[in-house]
């Protein structure tokens, strides 16, 4: 695998096998720090399943993943947890915790096995559930907040672990469109300090107005790669989802704009 050195992301040749089949097939990609990447793709596709293991949380049958050039597998957990955060597609939020404290975990890899507190943990807390909207809430129960709130919060949770390598499986879900917007506006600035930022995403609109790159999967496989205006082609979009799409610009702010229609595109 050739190697981006001290930077980013990198995987090569990652298979993972389930329920007798091949769900990721040899995937090889790189995530460039500093800028917003989006992981596209029908359902199915092996989205989820591949930011498991680009998160160092699910090992690979075969193949290895890197980032900054140390193989995150070789590496101890709370290492990891250092340099790697994941916000699940909707993951467990039935904990009897409050917001605040559920942010507060993001924090564990940092506090000192001896038994020594992270001082800053209390304002970095607060800093993260402001950035998400969610001050507020910090000492409401975590199982009595909406889908989207919940969200919010596992966003920050993340972003108090305050680390270099932030993936997301589907950080818009159930959210509505002024917190999308603010979600990839603020994932936009977290890449913008030099993380790198891969997110999976539905809406293509939203990844081809905030994604500088994008990757795409189809059946367990990374089929393009790239700039994502220069990807998400009306010919990528019909191979790949079986739709009629054409890319506009934004006449208010010049930001690409996807327009669908509805019927069968032609062959
Ligand atoms: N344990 C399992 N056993 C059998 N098949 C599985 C298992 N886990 C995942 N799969 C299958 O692997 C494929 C990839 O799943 P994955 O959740 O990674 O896709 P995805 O691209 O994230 O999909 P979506 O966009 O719907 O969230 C799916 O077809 C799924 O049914």
Redesign the pocket.
């Known amino acids: 695998m050739s190697s981006l050195g001290a930077s980013g992301l990198e995987a090569g040749r990652v298979q993972v096998r ?2 007798g ?1 091949l ?1 990721v097939d040899g995937v090889d990609l790189r995530v460039q720090p500093g800028s917003l990447t989006a992981l596209v ?10 930011l498991r293991v680009l998160a160092g949380i699910d090992r690979p049958d075969s193949g290895e993943v890197r980032f900054r050039g140390d193989d995150l597998f070789a590496m101890r957990r709370r290492a990891r947890a250092r340099l790697a955060a994941l916000v699940e ?1 909707d993951a467990v939020t039935d904990l009897p915790l409050t917001v605040r404290s559920t942010v507060a975990l993001g924090r564990l890899p940092h506090e000192s096995l001896l038994g020594g507190t992270d001082s800053d943990a209390a304002d970095i807390v607060g800093r993260s559930l402001a950035l998400v909207g969610m001050t507020g809430f910090a000492d409401r129960e975590l199982p009595t907040l909406s889908g989207g709130e919940r969200q919010r919060v596992l966003l920050a949770k993340a972003l108090a672990q305050q680390t270099p390598l932030l993936l997301l ?2 950080p818009t879900n159930h959210l509505d469109i002024a917190a999308q917007l603010s979600v990839l506006a603020l994932l936009e600035r977290v890449a913008s300090t030099g993380a790198t930022v891969l997110a ?1 995403l ?1 809406d293509l609109t939203l990844a081809v107005a905030f994604c500088h790159s994008v990757i795409v ?1 189809a059946g ?1 496989r990374v089929v393009a790669a790239g700039s994502t205006r220069e990807t998400l082609t009306p010919a990528l979009l019909r191979d790949v989802y079986g739709v009629r799409a054409v890319l506009l610009e934004s006449p208010v702010d010049g930001r690409p704009v996807i327009s669908f229609s509805p019927g069968t595109p032609e062959a």
Do not use: V, Y
């Open positions: 389930a329920g089949k769900i793709g029908p359902n199915g596709a092996g989205k989820s399943t591949l597609q499986d589907e999976a539905h999967m367990g």
